[in-house]
């Protein structure tokens, strides 16, 4: 019904930059919040960032100042722009998008997708 795809992971330096980027497809009327949320090996997965629909947002502790969400609503398409990036960083970083309403389904669907690696190391 919502497929949500990734990309923009890799290797990166401390001090580098990446963008990721999810695009959701299917038969979306609207979505709510999108987030990004991040998964390191033996970790619990943790929130990131997140956005709702009329562009407020919300960041991990960890995180602000140096990663910045934004979203593109006529594309269902959500961005995190990672700068400054540190080893601690390094995880597998999933798309979300919750609310998701559509023209096939009723009620609302929360969707995710299948996650990207971001690496930092030198």
């Known amino acids: 019904q919502v497929q949500l795809v990734e990309s923009g992971g890799g290797l990166v330096q401390p001090g580098g930059s990446l963008r990721l980027s999810c695009a959701a497809s299917?038969?979306?009327?609207?979505?709510?919040?999108m987030g990004w949320y991040r998964q390191a090996p033996g970790k619990q997965r943790e929130l990131v960032a997140s956005?709702?629909?009329?562009?407020?947002?919300n960041y991990a502790d960890s995180v602000k100042g140096r990663f910045t969400i934004s979203r593109d609503n006529a594309k269902n398409t959500v961005y995190l722009q990672m700068n400054s990036l540190k080893p601690e960083d390094t995880a597998v970083y999933y798309c979300?998008?919750?609310?998701?309403?559509?023209?096939?389904?009723?009620?609302?669907?929360?969707?995710w997708g299948q996650g990207t690696l971001v690496t930092v190391s030198s």
């Open positions: 979300n998008a919750d609310e998701v309403a559509g023209t096939a389904w009723p009620g609302y669907l929360e969707v």
């Open positions: 299917g038969s979306i009327s609207s979505i709510n919040a």
């Open positions: 956005i709702a629909s009329e562009g407020s947002t």
